[in-house]
């Protein structure tokens, strides 16, 4: 399954693919690559234990397995995670794999979604022109902790491979080992995918959210033991049906006179979906709520829940073996695999024996099954059989377990799942590339007490910083680049850089820019225009021989004739249309510059006799002013709301503020 995308197949959606390989593979001894690659995964998984030990996955671990070599693509190690509803499982594998490249620097990692090339997609604005979706396979790799992507040679003799072949991964790797620094991203993609990830590893923390639940014993206990099977149960409940809920009329596992209160700990994800579903328990089930006023309303409510969560898990498997599973201890591997985690500082000096030594150590032993003892479908348990079994082989005292309350932490604040308008643009502010003070890198959340505090105290003072920054002439600057863009059956490319430099404005480059676009006065058809046509026609006609030439004269000079014609036949077009435009509407939606000594009416208001209005010339429209009259006219039809004169200026990094003469 993991060499499936490498073989041209789709990933599944939500999920993720991952392959480690040797940048320098022994050719000549597969027996030697092998053991490289599981010597590698051994020291890979003692190196990162602790990060893996303590996060909590949506669906599926990281996992690495090796894979031998099929058809083009080398021996590698790698795996598939389903990432399910949360994409910063999807993040912290990206992560992972630019920490392992970096350690290990034999190794070069390649990650894929079913998007393809997703990390491309992340650094998109800064890409080369040639990269596309469609040749863009075996060429993005991490590689020494930073992203390289196999150029395309734009000369002879340049390093890299043609746009219109695709690389096998072995030919990549070997142009990769070779060329480091040619195939080196530039700075600015560097730098986007350095932001994405930096949050990490400090983000594992803050991803969580602790909050006191109403909960049976046994899933106390359950908890205490495999923080990480919270995921399965909160799953089981957001996804049930009503065959699911059939097992929890009569709680068989978890019965409700035994609950207690105990702190949790949810990723904000599974808190999300547990408690923004509205669930009512059925009557039979012995899961009774307080009133909506109760002070401990929430801590009943989420422990209703989770507690269907985990019966509906144990009701779809069979009840487990009295008889105990082999040791962790009694596999080969683990002895090497305990001596590199003392090596790394696993255990951070915590006493042999220990409750926190204990704690350690049971996770490290999950994150060994999952790794190296769970190859084989048959030895892989349900998150309900698991869940059996630790209730069979750790009994629980409830009274300890209700002396345990009063000494709980307090819960944290779920403020970060109210989101409001100037929080969501922030968000998108910060996403698009432009740097905003107050801002961090928390996800969707509330912004901390001191920095909602400046938010107050500083708002009046940055709006009117920001009123008085913007400026009328960006927007139209802004539309003339983006007229003036490259595009082609893809679509337009928006203009806009996401610097933060001062915008400088050039009158001159600009006319001639419009008049170009649009079709000043000097491009005008004249007779100018045809007569020098006809001198070089005439030039091109010449013969030195006499008789010849008074041939060409004549052709020449009927050729100036017809041409005055077809001049004065344009003229005549023209000036009917305009006798049939002023007759309209069309003129009044302009705005026209006011002339000196009289009254200025807008195109097609006179009143005058027909002799005066053909007598008459047409003023030239101010296209500046039109331009951002009209924008500001939409804006303000808009209300506030999402429309197309916003979406336009924002796309091009032009964001005005609000109106301040509406309320």
């Known amino acids: 399954m993991a060499t499936d995308i490498l073989r ?16 320098e593979p022994n050719s000549k001894d597969t027996e030697d690559n092998e053991r490289k690659l599981l010597h590698l995964k051994e020291q890979i998984l003692a190196e990162f234990a602790n990060f893996l030990a303590q996060y909590i996955w949506q669906s599926q671990p990281f996992s690495l397995k090796y894979q031998p070599e099929t058809g083009s693509v080398p021996a590698h ?99 990769l080992s070779s060329n480091k620094e040619a195939c080196l991203t530039t700075l600015k993609i560097r730098s986007v995918l350095g932001k994405r990830l930096d949050c990490y590893p ?24 495999r923080p990480d099977l919270l995921a399965p149960a909160v799953s089981a409940f957001y996804l049930r049906d009503p065959v699911d809920l059939q097992a929890c009329r009569t709680f068989r596992t978890f019965p409700p006179e035994t609950r207690v209160l105990t702190s949790v700990t949810f990723t904000r994800c599974l808190y999300a979906q547990l408690q923004q579903q509205s669930f009512k ?25 989770l507690a269907h969560g985990f019966e509906i898990l144990c009701s779809k498997c069979r009840v487990p073996s009295s008889e105990p599973d082999a040791l962790v201890s009694c596999n080969p591997q683990w002895k090497s695999f305990l001596e590199s985690l003392k090596r790394n500082g696993y255990f951070r000096g915590e ?38 079994q630790i209730l069979q082989s750790s009994p629980y005292d409830l009274e300890e ?43 969707i959340g509330a912004p901390s007490s001191a920095q909602s505090g400046e938010r107050v105290t500083a708002g009046g003072v940055e709006e009117a910083e920001q009123e008085a920054s913007y400026s009328l002439v960006a927007v139209t600057q802004g539309m003339k680049n983006f007229i003036n ?38 491009d005008e058809l004249d007779s100018d225009d045809l007569e020098e046509e006809e001198d070089d026609d005439d030039e091109e006609e010449e013969d030195p021989d006499e008789d010849e030439e008074e041939e060409a004269v004549g052709f020449s000079g009927s050729r100036e004739q017809s041409g005055a014609e077809a001049l004065d036949s344009l003229k ?56 951002v009259t009209n924008l500001l006219e939409s804006l303000a039809s808009q209300a506030g709301l999402a429309g197309p004169a916003s979406n336009l200026l924002q796309s091009m990094g032009i964001h005005l503020p609000a109106n301040s003469d509406r309320p």
């Not at 041209?8 to 959606?13: A, C, F, L, M």
């Not at 991803?207 to 033991?225: D, K, M, N, Q, Y």
């Not at 060994?368 to 769970?374: A, G, L, P, R």
């Open 572 to 627: 005549s077009y023209m000036d009917q249309m305009d006798q049939e435009l002023r007759g309209t509407n069309i003129g009044k939606s302009f705005i026209q510059p006011k002339k000196e000594g009289k009254e200025a009416n807008p195109c097609g208001a006179h009143r005058g006799n027909p002799s005066t209005e053909q007598e008459e010339e047409i003023q030239p429209l101010d296209v500046d002013l039109n331009l």
């Open 485 to 522: 863009a490259v595009s082609s059956y893809e679509g337009a490319e928006l203009p806009w850089s996401q610097s933060n430099e001062p915008f400088s404005f050039d009158e001159q480059s600009v006319t001639s820019a419009l008049d170009r676009l649009l079709g000043g006065r000097d």
């Open 281 to 305: 328990p059925d009557r039979r089930s012995g899961y009774s709520l307080p009133s909506c006023t109760h002070p401990l309303y929430q801590a009943h409510e989420l422990g209703m829940k």
């Open 351 to 388: 006493l042999e024996g220990s409750k926190h030594y204990k704690e350690l150590m049971t996770a490290a032993e999950n994150v060994f099954k999952q790794s190296f003892m769970n190859t084989l479908s048959s030895c892989v348990k349900s998150p309900g059989e698991e869940v059996l």
């Open 202 to 225: 400090d983000k594992i923390q803050a991803s969580f959210h602790r909050a006191h639940c109403f909960v049976p014993a046994g899933i106390v206990t359950v908890l205490a033991e």
């Open 77 to 175: 190690i790698g795996g598939s995670t389903d990432f399910g509803d949360n994409v910063e499982d999807e993040w912290f594998i990206v992560f992972l794999l630019q920490q392992i490249t970096k350690t290990f620097p034999e190794l070069a990692a390649k990650v894929e979604d079913n998007d393809g090339e997703f990390l491309l997609i992340e650094t998109a604005d800064y890409l080369p022109k040639w990269l596309k979706p469609e040749n863009s396979e075996n060429r993005v790799f991490f590689s020494n902790g930073e992203l390289h992507i196999i150029p395309c040679p734009s000369r002879p003799g340049e390093v890299g491979w043609s746009r219109d072949q695709v690389p096998t991964i072995s030919q990549a790797l070997a142009l």
């Open 8 to 23: 041209g197949r789709k990933v599944p959606e939500d999920s993720v693919q991952y392959s480690l390989f040797l940048i």
């Open 401 to 443: 377990l209700r002396k345990q309350e009063k000494h709980l932490q307090p819960p944290d604040s779920d403020s970060w799942l109210k989101l409001t308008p100037q929080d969501l643009e922030q968000i998108l502010q910060e996403r698009a590339g432009h740097s905003v003070s107050g801002v961090t890198d928390r996800g």
